[in-house]
């Protein structure tokens, strides 16, 4: 039984999750995710191929899955919501969603079954008024959270600490969800990279249809007209049935032996893909700072969009790029046994944040045909190299302070 999600499209449309609530599921191909991660580098959170550094941006969030990028960061506390809201998180619940799971009320099991929403989303009711539309709406949107774009390993729950950010319906919209989608991709990427680690979380989705947009030969065969988000055009689509070891063999092989100009830098560019992409994803207030090297914040975690990288993913003509700036202190932070109001934990970086749009912040397009990137500064001041912008950032992590010193310098294999 399919959900029927048509009455519930006004009201996510108001959240800014109509767009994502298009993207129907696709067969993923993990021996092709697995040969990507493995030349993922946490030190630069960048792809290492032959033809140089790529990665996927905010813009490709945008592009790919139509959610807002936009906003304040996704954040707040994980677990302790007595402490900072004084509201007990299954009261809240059953506020917001109107029912609350069964076994769920007294406990500590904070993660909801997919399988629970999806069942109470297909029975909704038709008599449901403004309110009640507003709570089948919040399922939805937890469903989209857990299932999709911010799924964890497991990917058949998903967690309660989003529950007050939909609180206030008018403001779900505020927050930038494609950030935090980002955000916890580039954090699953990192953990994944360790050859120890089973499985991989993040949104696959945006993965996979980044890769197929960049190497179209990897694509399936598709001859319907391009929709908004990008992402929707795999929908249905399956791979070949063949075993998964020979596979990644022949991704390994196809990777390290790439032909002329495969690799599309600017498949946005397509002008029958922009006549599909609604004006606040070309311009103001979604598009405009997709060129700015920024910290991306997801409650506790922190990755940084080193875009200074990939200036051909911009049109730019790529020079020597910065030294990456060394965040294993954020790598190595667990959830499990630390929690706090992270907004003023991570004061700082909210405030980088909130600056994106500042001219020191994003690239600068010179001719449209060379990119100048900036440096970031983080707890100390750089001189300006010839051909560089001034620094970037002069911030400092709460209780660490990042020099240019404490910069990782890979010992293991140039980056």
Same mark, same amino acid.
């Given at each position: 039984m399919e959900i029927r999600r048509e009455r519930l499209d006004p009201y996510l449309r108001r959240t800014g999750f109509y767009h994502?609530?298009?993207i129907k599921r696709f067969e993923y191909d993990n021996p092709l995710i697995s040969a990507f991660v493995e030349r993922w580098r946490p030190e630069t959170h960048t792809f290492h191929l032959p033809w140089g550094e790529s990665t996927i941006t905010?813009?490709?969030v945008a592009m790919q899955l139509g959610l807002p990028v936009d906003g304040e960061p996704v954040s707040g506390t994980l677990r302790s919501w007595s402490k900072f809201h004084q509201r007990d998180i299954w009261e809240w619940c059953h506020e917001l969603l109107g029912e609350v799971p069964p076994g769920h009320v007294g406990t500590t099991k904070y993660n909801i079954k997919l399988k629970w929403l999806r069942t109470r989303l297909q029975q909704m009711p038709l008599d449901l008024d403004d309110n009640g539309l507003m709570q089948y709406a919040r399922s939805y949107i937890l469903y989209l959270l857990g299932g999709v774009l911010l799924p964890d390993k497991a990917n058949n729950t998903v967690h309660v600490r989003y529950l007050p950010l939909l609180a206030d319906f008018d403001a779900i919209s505020t927050y930038s969800w494609g950030s935090a989608v980002l955000c916890w991709l580039y954090r699953s990427m990192c953990l994944a990279t360790d050859y120890s680690v089973e499985g991989m979380a993040g949104c696959h989705t945006l993965l996979m249809s980044w890769i197929y947009y960049r190497l179209p030969f990897w694509a399936p065969?598709?001859?319907t007209a391009f929709s908004f988000p990008l992402a929707t055009r795999w929908a249905g689509k &399956? !791979?070949?049935n063949d075993y998964a070891e020979q596979r990644l063999l022949r991704h390994r092989l196809r990777l390290d032996n790439p032909q002329v100009d495969e690799f599309l830098w600017q498949p946005y560019m397509d002008p029958q893909i922009l006549s599909r992409v609604p004006a606040e994803f070309l311009g103001h207030?979604?598009?405009d700072f997709y060129s700015a090297v920024v910290p991306l914040i997801f409650f506790r975690w922190i990755e940084i969009l080193n875009v200074d990288r990939v200036l051909r993913q911009f049109g730019g003509k790529q020079g020597p790029p910065n030294p990456p700036l060394n965040i294993d202190t954020f790598h190595r932070q667990s959830a499990r046994n630390d929690d706090g109001w992270w907004p003023?934990?991570?004061s700082e970086w909210f405030?980088?944040?909130? &600056? !994106?749009r500042r001219d020191a912040y994003l690239l600068r397009l010179i001719m449209q045909i060379h990119c100048v990137p900036a440096m970031i500064t983080i707890g100390g001041t750089l001189r300006e190299p010839g051909g560089f912008c001034p620094p970037l950032m002069h911030c400092m992590t709460r209780g660490v302070t990042l020099s240019p010193q404490m910069r990782r310098q890979s010992t293991k294999e140039a980056l």
């Open positions: 994502a609530s298009l905010l813009e490709d065969d598709v001859t &399956k !791979r070949k207030p979604h598009g003023v934990r991570l405030e980088v944040w909130g &600056k !994106r």
